[in-house]
C-alpha cells in the first residue's frame, strides 16, 4: 500500500526501441480501468512517466484501456485471463475504506497474490496540489510504486520510489524526474518480468 502517510504493500507500447530496448525484451502488459473520470491528459502523463520510470530498470509496457478513454472496441486482452505477465491497475475516485485505521491518507495499494493494484484519485490530487505536482506526475509515481509491489512483493525501501513514506525531499525529486528505484531493485525488476513469463510456459 502507498499512502501519503505511507503503508505496507498489502494499446500502443509506451517504452519501445527508442527507450533502448532489444527487440526481444520482456513486457509487461497492464490493464487500466478508469472508473474515476481521469482527464485524459493526466491519464496520458501518468502512463507516460510510468513507462519511463519502468524503462529505467528494463521493463517496457503495454498499456491497455479496458474502462475509460478507450477508443473503438473494447481490446480482447480485457477479457482474458489475468495470466503471468499481465496486471490489472484500477484508479478510483476514493479509498473504499477508513483512511484513519491506516495512520495516513492512501494513495494506492497492491494486491500481490491477486496481480491487481488501485490508486486513489482524490488523495493524489490533494498531495499533487499540496507539493506544486501535476495530477499526472503524482499519479505515475503511485502507480509506479504499486506495480513494484506486484513485481517485487510487499516490502518497502528506505529511499526511493519503493519507500513506504514519501517525504517533501521526494516531492521535489518527482517535479524533476529523479526519484527512481534503487540499484537492487531495478536488478530485481528486470529479473522479475522474464521469471513470471518463465513460470507461465512451464504450466
Given at each position: 500500500?502507498?499512502?501519503?502517510?505511507?503503508?505496507?504493500?498489502?494499446?500502443?507500447?509506451?517504452?519501445?526501441?527508442?527507450?533502448?530496448?532489444?527487440?526481444?525484451?520482456?513486457?509487461?502488459?497492464?490493464?487500466?480501468?478508469?472508473?474515476?473520470?481521469?482527464?485524459?491528459?493526466?491519464?496520458?502523463?501518468?502512463?507516460?512517466?510510468?513507462?519511463?520510470?519502468?524503462?529505467?530498470?528494463?521493463?517496457?509496457?503495454?498499456?491497455?484501456?479496458?474502462?475509460?478513454?478507450?477508443?473503438g472496441?473494447?481490446?480482447?486482452?480485457?477479457?482474458?485471463?489475468?495470466?503471468?505477465?499481465?496486471?490489472?491497475?484500477?484508479?478510483?475516485?476514493?479509498?473504499?475504506?477508513?483512511?484513519?485505521?491506516?495512520?495516513?491518507?492512501?494513495?494506492?495499494?497492491?494486491?500481490?497474490?491477486?496481480?491487481?493494484?488501485?490508486?486513489?484519485?482524490?488523495?493524489?490530487?490533494?498531495?499533487?496540489?499540496?507539493?506544486?505536482?501535476?495530477?499526472?506526475?503524482?499519479?505515475?509515481?503511485?502507480?509506479?510504486h504499486?506495480?513494484?509491489?506486484?513485481?517485487?512483493?510487499?516490502?518497502?525501501?528506505?529511499?526511493?520510489?519503493?519507500?513506504?513514506?514519501?517525504?517533501?525531499?521526494?516531492?521535489?525529486?518527482?517535479?524533476?524526474?529523479?526519484?527512481?528505484?534503487?540499484?537492487?531493485?531495478?536488478?530485481?525488476?528486470?529479473?522479475?518480468?522474464?521469471a513470471?513469463?518463465r513460470?507461465?510456459?512451464?504450466?
Amino acid at each position: 500500500m502507498l499512502m501519503a502517510a505511507l503503508g505496507t504493500a498489502c494499446a500502443a507500447f509506451a517504452a519501445d526501441a527508442r527507450q533502448g530496448f532489444p527487440p526481444d525484451s520482456q513486457t509487461l502488459t497492464v490493464l487500466v480501468y478508469d472508473y474515476a473520470g481521469v482527464a485524459e491528459s493526466s491519464l496520458d502523463d501518468m502512463e507516460t512517466l510510468s513507462a519511463e520510470l519502468l524503462s529505467r530498470a528494463g521493463i517496457r509496457t503495454h498499456w491497455v484501456h479496458c474502462l475509460g478513454h478507450q477508443e473503438g472496441s473494447r481490446p480482447p486482452l480485457c477479457d482474458a485471463n489475468l495470466d503471468t505477465g499481465r496486471k490489472l491497475l484500477r484508479i478510483l475516485a476514493t479509498y473504499p475504506g477508513d483512511p484513519s485505521k491506516l495512520g495516513g491518507d492512501p494513495l494506492g495499494m497492491a494486491v500481490v497474490e491477486n496481480r491487481y493494484a488501485s490508486v486513489y484519485a482524490s488523495d493524489i490530487h490533494k498531495y499533487a496540489d499540496r507539493h506544486g505536482l501535476p495530477a499526472g506526475t503524482l499519479m505515475a509515481y503511485a502507480v509506479t510504486h504499486e506495480i513494484g509491489h506486484l513485481l517485487l512483493g510487499r516490502s518497502h525501501s528506505p529511499t526511493g520510489i519503493m519507500r513506504g513514506a514519501w517525504g517533501k525531499a521526494d516531492y521535489r525529486d518527482m517535479a524533476q524526474r529523479w526519484l527512481g528505484f534503487g540499484p537492487t531493485e531495478r536488478q530485481a525488476l528486470r529479473l522479475a518480468v522474464p521469471a513470471e513469463q518463465r513460470l507461465a510456459r512451464l504450466k
